[in-house]
């Protein structure tokens, strides 16, 4: 199983998560290509080697080329990303990044998620850094992401709202439920972009995996600290055994008997937008022969408190319960075989070493069933032949 692990002993920040990401082997010249696709003006990304502590890794720098005074909201930065050119995975990765910051803001301010406007994180480089994380994390193909203790500095840190104490209100309220550690170093070593790309990629926080590394990547980041060298390091390598990939995570219920039908399809769409793994409803005969369902939501540890306000809010249930849970995966990987549709994305899943299932990318089977008018399972059944030709050969 590939993995990262990100070892967050001086924090993390937008720009120090792209220059590990570029140290561990993503092209510039593909990130900047990528990131073009967002149709953003006013902008450039200078890439550099530098040091610190004698330390040699990579700095990356998102130059705003013009100056702008906007302050985009949650919806502003949707359209940007969706109306991209980006593949579907980067824009659901990029957009699950910042829901963690809008749902964080929601709460430091009291407001509604649909008001928040952005400040710092809605700029351009901001919106560069969100996205970048996603090209690079995709263009990677690891299988999961293991975070260390986070380092959040200490000090206070000036912002549209004035001298506020590190960490910043929304970086606490997107790292709550992950191991940290503070005052490490004086200054704002992790900022709410940095806390929410290690919050929407991890899959296990606080402790090293037993892992067989291949490479290390360094983020130079743009402080200076006379013993603690400011630089973000991450680890890519090999998760040793198909135990690695077993973690804890969080089963939320909740027995509804008495909500409109049509909602489930709305608050599901939330829940997965606010980072669930898995969303699904069970059909259950509750008290005095009532039909109900119960609504089960598999998340991550950390991010459970999000999806209750949304269950709370959107649902018409009054209690729901919690259960903490080994959730075990089958080791996986993707690659690319030729077919008389051009390349198709496939799908492998591994366990033990073995090879236990093998399939199409269903998304993109549909949009060339749709493109061509042909049965979808025509053109599964197509590509599945081509695999097992292919094997047959190989």
């Not at 983020?219 to 077993?246: C, S, T, W, Y």
């Not at 990318?361 to 979808?376: G, T």
Request: negative net charge; contains cysteine.
């Amino acid at each position: 199983m590939k993995v990262l692990y990100y070892d967050c002993f001086s924090g993390i920040s937008g720009d120090m998560n792209l220059g590990a990401m570029v140290d561990l082997g993503i092209d510039t010249g593909f990130l900047r290509s990528e990131l073009e696709k967002l149709r953003l003006e006013g902008w450039e990304l200078i890439s550099e080697k530098s040091q610190r502590h004698g330390i040699t890794g990579t700095r990356i720098t998102v130059r705003q080329t013009r100056h702008e005074h906007v302050h985009r909201h949650l919806s502003d930065i949707e359209k940007i990303i969706t109306g991209s050119a980006l593949p579907d995975k980067v824009k659901e990765l990029s957009m699950k990044i910042f829901m963690k910051i809008a749902q964080a803001e929601a709460a430091v301010h009291g407001i509604p998620l649909e008001v928040v406007h952005f400040h710092e994180v809605g700029a351009v480089d901001s919106i560069i850094d969100v996205t970048g994380a996603a090209i690079c994390f995709v263009a990677l193909g690891v299988e999961a992401v293991y975070v260390s203790e986070v380092e959040l500095g200490s000090g206070f840190v000036n912002c549209d709202h004035g001298r506020l104490p590190v960490p910043a209100p929304a970086t606490a309220e997107i790292i709550k439920g992950i191991p940290v550690r503070v005052g490490g170093v004086d200054f704002e070593a992790t900022t709410p972009t940095g806390a929410a790309i290690v919050t929407a990629l991890g899959t296990k926080f606080g402790t090293g995996p037993e892992l067989t590394i291949t490479k290390t990547g360094y983020g130079i980041g743009h402080k200076e600290h006379p013993v603690v060298p400011n630089l973000l390091r991450v680890f890519m390598g090999e998760a040793a055994g198909d135990n690695a990939r077993g973690h804890r995570a969080v089963l939320l219920e909740a027995n509804i008997d008495d909500m409109n039908p049509e909602f489930y399809d709305h608050i599901s769409d939330n829940l997965f937008r606010a980072g669930a793994a898995d969303v699904f409803f069970t059909q259950i005969i509750m008290k005095k022969g009532r039909p109900g369902v119960i609504l089960n939501v598999i998340c991550e540890k950390g991010s459970e408190n999000k999806l209750k306000e949304i269950i709370f809010t959107e649902s018409t249930t009054l209690g729901m319960r919690s259960f903490e849970f080994n959730k075990d995966t089958l080791a996986r990987e993707t690659f690319k075989v030729d077919t008389i549709y051009g390349e198709v994305t496939v799908k492998r899943s591994f366990f033990g070493g073995k090879q236990v299932s093998v399939k199409p990318e269903y998304e993109e089977c549909r949009k060339i069933a749709s493109e061509r008018n042909i049965p979808v399972k025509e053109v599964y059944n197509n590509i599945i032949s081509v695999i097992v030709n292919n094997k047959k050969q190989s």
